[in-house]
C-alpha cells in the first residue's frame, strides 16, 4: 500500500517524482536541524575538551589606536563556554598587543535589532575604555550590524571591516522565500528549527536575547 505522505499523479513517473522531491525536502529539513544542533553543540563539546589559546602578551605588533569589536553572524555567539565564535582569532589578536572584545546579539533576528543591540555594546565599551572610536569587524549577517552603527553613530567609528556580509542578499534566504510561497509547510519547519537553534545558542550561552528566524530571512533575502 502507498503511504498516504505520498500521492501518485499518474502511472507515468510524475508521482514518483514528486514522491522524491518531498523525500529530498524533508531530509533536507531533518539535516538543517542535526547541522543545527551540532553546530550548537559542537562548541560546548571542544571548550570542555580544549584551552583557549593563551592571551598572555607576546609583543605589539596588532595593537590599535582603538579597540576591536567582533560582531558574529547569523546563528552566530559570543563565548560559548571556553570556546569563541571567532574561535582562536580573539586571543591571538590580544596576545599581540590588541585590545579586542567579543560581542553577541540575537543569533537569528532582522538587521536592525541586532544593529541596536550592537550599538548599545559599543556605547558601553566607549565607556568602560575611555576610548573615543571602536574598530569594527563583522562577520556574515554582523557586516549589517557593524555598518548599522556606523551609519547611526559615525563619529563613534574609526573603520569598519565586513568578513562574507550578504551586502547583495544571500542566496540560502532568497531560496527560504520561495518556499514561503511555493512551500509554507516546509518553510515552517525550516524556521521553526532556526528559532529551536536560536534558544539553545540562547541557553548555552546564559543569553536572553529575542529570537526570530523569519525576521532574520526578511533581512537577509533581496526577494
Do not use: C
Not at 510524475?14 to 562548541?43: C, E, I, M, N, Q
Not at 605589539?60 to 570556546?83: E, N
Not at 565586513?162 to 520561495?178: C, F, K, Q, R
Amino acid at each position: 500500500m502507498a503511504s498516504p505522505f505520498f500521492v501518485l499523479v499518474d502511472a507515468d513517473g510524475r508521482g514518483d517524482l514528486v514522491a522524491s522531491r518531498l523525500t529530498k525536502w524533508v531530509l533536507g529539513a531533518v539535516g538543517f536541524v542535526v547541522l543545527g544542533t551540532a553546530l550548537v553543540a559542537g562548541p560546548v563539546v571542544v571548550s570542555q575538551m580544549s584551552e583557549p589559546v593563551s592571551a598572555a602578551v607576546v609583543d605589539h605588533d596588532a595593537q590599535t589606536r582603538y579597540p576591536i569589536v567582533l560582531a558574529h553572524g547569523l546563528m552566530g555567539f559570543g563565548y560559548m563556554g571556553k570556546q569563541s565564535y571567532w574561535r582562536d582569532i580573539p586571543e591571538t589578536l590580544r596576545a599581540h598587543g590588541a585590545q579586542v572584545y567579543v560581542t553577541q546579539v540575537s543569533s537569528f533576528n532582522n538587521s536592525e535589532l541586532r544593529g541596536e543591540q550592537l550599538l548599545a555594546q559599543v556605547r558601553q565599551i566607549m565607556q568602560e575604555t575611555g576610548a573615543k572610536k571602536v574598530n569594527l569587524i563583522g562577520h556574515s549577517q554582523g557586516s549589517h550590524s557593524v555598518r548599522y552603527v556606523a551609519g547611526m553613530r559615525p563619529e563613534w567609528v574609526a573603520s569598519v571591516t565586513t568578513v562574507a556580509g550578504p551586502t547583495n542578499g544571500s542566496e540560502v534566504a532568497d531560496w527560504m522565500a520561495e518556499q514561503q510561497r511555493a512551500h509554507p509547510w516546509l518553510a515552517d519547519i525550516l524556521l521553526g528549527s532556526g528559532n529551536i537553534i536560536g534558544e539553545l545558542i540562547n541557553f548555552f550561552t546564559d543569553a536572553r536575547l529575542p529570537i526570530n528566524a523569519d525576521e532574520a530571512l526578511k533581512s537577509l533575502s533581496g526577494v
